[in-house]
């Protein structure tokens, strides 16, 4: 699952990602957790650090709850010191910042989804 406010980097994100996966976007907090009663099997979650409304880690408070063995992705493109520490204290898995290389990205999936199995 994808969870970006800019549609060109979710559209980009939903078809790099999509060749080999089911993959679900939303363009902010409220439509995926409007959304959730329909999520099944979600394995990963990428969420955008700055959403409208809700952030991204007060997204992941809401989700972790009800998907605790799904990996959490954070993408940012504003990268300090506080919420590297902020994302790693709450439970994410990895903290990645935008513009990103998809190849890392994906490579860092793979890495975490790998640990799970």
Not at 41 to 61: R, S
């Amino acid at each position: 699952m994808i969870v970006e406010d800019d549609a060109a980097i979710c559209q980009a994100l939903e078809t790099y990602f999509s060749a080999q996966n089911a993959v679900q976007t939303f363009g902010s907090a409220e439509e995926a957790i409007a959304a959730e009663a329909n999520f099944h099997d979600i394995d990963v979650f990428i969420i955008d650090y700055k959403l409208p409304a809700k952030n991204g880690v007060e997204l992941f408070h809401h989700l972790q709850g009800r998907f605790r063995e799904a990996k959490y992705v954070m993408i940012t493109g504003e990268m300090s010191y506080e919420l590297a520490e902020r994302t790693r204290q709450v439970g994410f898995d990895a903290l990645i910042l935008k513009p990103f290389d998809f190849t890392i990205l994906d490579d860092n999936i793979a890495s975490l989804t790998a640990t799970s199995a």
